[in-house]
């Protein structure tokens, strides 16, 4: 089994920053391809950026294209997600995920963190 754990959410104002980090433990060494997603209130779990195990490859979400970056150091287990200029509408819970079942950018994952809170205030 794999364990994750997100952490660096918290409450910022528009136009600010923040960097998530995603930690995993147990059998890291199946890890492959990783992903965010985020779910606001009342709304599905949608994609926000994924990267393959090696990180030549990197996916975004039109939304969040040119202000957020997604990178892995795997000798430390630990994906991040720098978010720049954030707005209100990316109010959300963020989830990081691992080892997706079918295409990187749906959210079909084997495993799952519980989520870190993000708002921005206008």
């Known amino acids: 089994q794999v364990q994750l754990a997100e952490s660096g959410g918290g409450l910022v104002q528009a136009g600010g920053s923040l960097r998530l980090s995603c930690a995993a433990s147990?059998?890291?060494?199946?890890?492959?391809?990783m992903g965010w997603f985020r779910q606001a209130p009342g709304k599905g779990r949608e994609f926000v950026a994924a990267?393959?195990?090696?990180?030549?490859?990197?996916y975004y979400a039109d939304s969040v294209k040119g202000r957020f970056t997604i990178s892995r150091d795997n000798a430390k287990n630990t994906v991040y997600l720098q978010m720049n200029s954030l707005k209100p509408e990316d109010t959300a819970i963020y989830y990081c995920?691992?080892?997706?079942?079918?295409?990187?950018?749906?959210?079909?994952?084997?495993?799952w963190g519980q989520g870190t809170q993000v708002t921005v205030s206008s």
């Open positions: 990267i393959t195990w090696s990180a030549r490859s990197t």
């Open positions: 147990g059998r890291t060494f199946s890890i492959n391809d």
């Open positions: 995920a691992a080892n997706p079942q079918v295409v990187i950018t749906t959210a079909r994952y084997d495993y």
